[in-house]
């Protein structure tokens, strides 16, 4: 019998358009190793880590007349060639080459006759190394029984972890009649399976929604947050399917040196910082901003990451993870004063959270970033864009080198998804030391991307300032 997606699945098949396409993307930057590596050693790294990931090698087929929600099946024609791609830049590739070649990948929409997901091999990067972007639909990775594959590749070691082999067998795919049939026979036991499949066909995904926050937890906060709709913003605009990206390297010392100074987590001054990259961008394109101007922003995270970093963990498990929504103070001109700003407002949240666990966030290497981030966007996309102004996912990773086959992983950035009406998108990893943010936007609405990451700079350089500098504190 075939697998049925879930009610937040289908919600996130069924929402994708044309200008906002559902899926999650990760770019990820490796040394090339004295021997090379090679698009074919690529495949076959991929290839053993697929037993991992199941539903990469399944597509979603629909039931006719709408009368129940689609089915994942085995793709009986799976080839890992037309999934896995390879791509170069005209060497020495540099790196506005290579973002502008992102910008142009996530754009497009996934094949939908085939399992949702890509893979590029980028070569011809300079300074010898060599990319891989991911990208996969959020209706796969649910963070407990999916994965994100760019996860399920990376090794605490350079010697790839040894896999079992498979022999995968495709089960027979079901034919057109046995799956309304099956539809039939769950609409008679389960009256509320039809229903959600009307409601689907109709585009109301109004208790979808109302699942992807409970998933995350405390329904009840994120309600109260959202009680009046976000602040009107130039983030907020009609945007089309094409797409800037840029990024930033920062170092997580220096997020250290401010936590440690003023308090808070790792995370508060990460929201600090984007809250002061914000205000200096509003007031870049002369946007009116007064003392409590602000801009909402919808922020999923690890909590045990979170709380580990601040050195007050306690009973928190290991995997947990919350969501809510927060005010950025852009309209508060001292770096210093904003991070108070945040820290009250991300403990309250945290203080009467109630972490709902991710059973399988943690495995291989513990890399689990790149399925955090997607599951952020997931709840972002749930949501009403009338509730908050931005989305930013922050996804800590681990504080030691990773390898893919051999190479050693420099550096590690999110592709963050678009949903409707919003212009742009942070997310950002820490990792071996740093923390790198990736920021997707609109083309036509945000020309002016790269003002956003040179601003982030300045954001954290204001904040390292003022902990070094007490006549700065308040």
Known sequence: MATRLTTQDASFYFLEASTTPMHVGSLAIFRLPRGGFSYDELLTLVESRLALVPRYRQK?????????RPVWVDDRDFDI???????ALPKPGSTEQLHDLIARLTSRPLDRTRPLWEMYLVEGLARNRFAIFTKSHSSIVDGDKA???????LDATKAPTPMAEELWMPAREPSE???VAQALAEMVS?????????????????????????????FAA??????????TSPLNTTISRNRRYSVAKTDLDDYRVVRSKFGGTVNDVVLTVVSGALRNWLLSRGEPIGPYTTVRAMVPLSVHAAATVAGDQGDVPPNAVESFLIDLPVGEPNAVVRLSHVSHATAAHLGQSRGVTASTLITLSGFAPATLHAMGARVGSSLSQRMFNIIVTNAPGPQFPLYAGGARMLEMYPVPPLVRNQALSIGLTSYDGNVYY?????RAAMPDIDVITTLLHEALEELVDAARDDKNVR
């Open 438 to 442: 990736g920021v997707n936007a609109d």
């Open 177 to 179: 009649k046995a799956l």
């Open 147 to 153: 994965l994100e594959i760019s996860q399920v590749i």
């Open 222 to 231: 994120v309600v109260r947050t959202a009680a009046q709709t976000a602040p």
């Open 81 to 87: 060639t037309y999934h896995i791609r390879r791509s």
């Open 60 to 68: 979603v087929r629909e039931v006719a007349f709408g009368l129940a």
């Open 190 to 218: 389960r009256p509320g399976e039809g229903v959600d499949a009307v409601r689907g066909a109709v585009g109301d995904v109004t208790r979808a929604a109302g699942e992807a926050v409970r998933a995350v937890g405390k």
